[in-house]
């Protein structure tokens, strides 16, 4: 059984950082790609950032470009998300995803089969 299992998160102020964390476990196939979402209070879920695995290749998207860096430690089995230079809007539920065995497209939360259940994140101005 696939397990996500975030920590990291945590209140601070604006322009610090924080450094999420997504051990991940139980595969019986290679995933193909990895995810950071993330979801505030009466809005959609985004995707802020991706990993492909083999490759190491990744997107960041406009919102946090710049700012955001996504990586991972196969050996450890964990997927990391640097946040620097962090704003308010970047207040959310942040969440770590896998896609299921077989599945190759990696940009909307529809494409993730495998959820954790989330770290909060909290920048106050």
């Known amino acids: 059984q696939v397990q996500l299992v975030e920590s990291g998160g945590g209140s601070v102020q604006a322009g610090g950082s924080l450094r999420l964390s997504c051990a991940h476990s139980?595969?019986?196939?290679?995933?193909?790609?990895m995810g950071w979402f993330r979801q505030a209070p009466g809005k959609e879920r985004e995707q802020v950032a991706r990993?492909?695995?083999?490759?190491?290749?990744?997107y960041v998207s406009n919102s946090v470009k710049g700012r955001f860096t996504i990586s991972q430690d196969n050996a450890k089995r964990t997927l990391y998300l640097q946040m620097n230079s962090l704003k308010p809007e970047d207040t959310a539920m942040y969440y770590c995803?896998?896609?299921?065995?077989?599945?190759?497209?990696?940009?909307?939360?529809?494409?993730?089969?495998?959820w954790g259940q989330g770290t909060q994140v909290t920048v106050s101005s």
């Open positions: 995803a896998a896609p299921q065995a077989h599945a190759f497209a990696c940009r909307d939360s529809t494409d993730f089969g495998y």
């Open positions: 139980g595969y019986t196939y290679s995933p193909y790609c």
């Open positions: 990993i492909y695995i083999s490759t190491s290749a990744t």
